[in-house]
């Protein structure tokens, strides 16, 4: 049986983005943004099962507020690492391109 949180990834994966996952691997990321803000977490890396396009798919747990959330990147250029996936997701959060 797998730990709940790589269930939880596994189903928002499905949801999101219409297929199954399979777990590979965690990535200890740190990455700031131009404003300075940072990021110092864990991205879990799981290949895609049947996918038209990407072949794996990035994921991590963060809070929104006082609400739990789950983000889900996949590797499709220009991103092809953990580390890509999480500088694309603090641009888009600081409106840069």
Request: glycine fraction near 4%.
């Amino acid at each position: 049986m797998q730990p709940k949180e790589i269930a939880d990834l596994e189903a928002e994966i499905q949801a999101v983005h219409g297929c199954k996952s399979r777990y590979c691997r965690t990535v200890h990321v740190r990455e700031s943004d131009a404003s300075g803000a940072s990021w110092d977490d864990f991205v879990k890396v799981f290949d895609l099962l049947e996918h038209p396009e990407a072949e794996c798919c990035y994921a991590w747990r963060e809070r929104a507020g006082n609400q739990p959330k789950i983000v889900t990147v996949l590797n499709l250029p220009p991103i092809d690492s953990p580390e890509s996936a999480v500088r694309t997701v603090l641009a888009e959060r600081s409106g840069r391109p």
